[in-house]
């Protein structure tokens, strides 16, 4: 079984959280001979005598592909540290997650993007800004990352979608508990036309001390973070603290020197944030970044059209698409057909996911796009 996901079974088990496991990736000791420890093997590998036996009772194969299944049927593709299309930019990071679950276009995790963060409770002032700075990173090609909260985060993720772009929420809890509430219908639309990303398995129910750790997500997957209003005490000045703790760019929009909304963010630009009046301020920052993507883009193209229609493949995942070509499958029907573990197959359906070859229906029923 692949160490991918060998992660993936150890991230799953309440109470194995992230120091313990990058202990076992440090030491090296992530491997297929996990599966056959034992209590003692566990303490071993450096583990607490609690750790040792949750492991030892639940740790195995079938917990693993237990656990893949609930994903497929979820609709939950996921990627790991390990993997080779876990985002660059997330790994250069000081505390990477170790996986990232995803609903909606898993591509965009390597699209340029920019982190927008705020107040809860904006002022008239603060979602105009928001509106107008969104659509227009948008509308320059920027992706717009932030966290589903109420405020700022909802102004801008509905901004970038109204403006024909994309958007990537990042939660505080596993996707069987959408919060807040009120913005179900919000991550509905952003799985549809953006990206759903979380670091915490399924029915993991959001808490107070989960979301200054979604932050650092939200950080990490973007070239600079802009706070667009925020009070002195507010949330997404740890967002900004991610953002420079990554070695990120830190933006931050000023406001009325009297309005108690607009303290976090005069802070900022006290302490060397860049002051932001208009996106231009943000694109002019990334030009040459964006020029060399686009350069690539077209090199990429340039004299094979075929190749940027149809991407290469490899034989395994020839042999679903061979497939796929005389009709949707279910999951069930993909394993009887072929030769692959489970496990196996799971990453070969999310790689053509990726390649936007085939696409996932409900029921778990895949299909050529």
């Not at 420079?244 to 020197?257: C, K, Q, S, T």
């Not at 070969?348 to 229906?361: A, D, P």
Request: include cysteine.
């Amino acid at each position: 079984m692949e160490s991918s996901y060998i992660l993936l079974g150890l991230h799953e088990i309440d109470g194995i959280g992230r120091k313990t496991i990058n202990k076992l990736l440090s030491s090296g000791n992530l491997n297929k001979d996990m599966l056959k420890y034992e209590t003692q093997d566990w303490i071993h590998a450096g583990m607490t005598k609690d750790q040792a036996l949750k492991l030892n009772a639940r740790f195995s194969e079938a917990w693993i592909e237990e656990k893949l299944h609930s994903l497929s049927k979820a609709r939950t593709p996921f990627v790991t540290y390990l993997d080779a299309d876990y985002p660059v930019f997330m790994k250069e990071t000081p505390d990477p997650p170790l996986v990232l679950y995803l609903r909606g276009e898993a591509s965009l995790l390597h699209h340029p993007s920019i982190a927008m963060v705020g107040t809860r409770v904006p002022s008239g002032y603060g979602k105009k800004v928001g509106e107008i700075l969104a659509s227009e990173l948008s509308s320059a090609g920027y992706t717009i990352v932030s966290g589903l909260a109420r405020g700022i985060d909802s102004v801008c993720h509905e901004a970038a979608l109204k403006a024909g772009g994309t958007t990537i929420a990042v939660l505080g809890g596993g996707f069987s508990h959408i919060y807040p509430i009120e913005n179900h219908s919000l991550a509905d639309q952003i799985e549809q036309q953006g990206l759903l990303v979380t670091e915490y398995p399924l029915h993991m129910q959001p808490r107070p001390g989960l979301f200054p750790q979604r932050n650092r997500i939200i950080a990490g997957l973007t070239y600079g973070t802009l706070v667009v209003e925020a009070d002195i005490r507010s949330g997404s000045l740890i967002t900004a603290d991610a953002a420079l703790e990554a070695g990120r760019d830190v933006f931050a929009v000023p406001g009325m020197i009297t309005s108690p909304k607009s303290q976090g963010t005069l802070n900022l630009i006290k302490q060397g944030a860049k002051l932001v009046t208009c996106a231009e301020d943000i694109i002019e920052e990334y030009a040459h970044l964006m020029k060399q993507r686009t350069q690539e883009t077209v090199a990429a193209a340039d004299g094979n059209s075929d190749l940027k229609m149809m991407p290469s493949l490899s034989s395994e995942e020839q042999m679903i698409y061979d497939l796929l070509e005389a009709g949707p499958l279910t999951l069930d029907d993909l394993v009887y057909k072929l030769p692959f573990d489970f496990g196996h197959l799971h990453s070969v359906l999310l790689s053509l996911i990726i390649k936007k070859q085939i696409m996932q229906l409900p029921g778990a029923i895949y299909k050529l796009i």
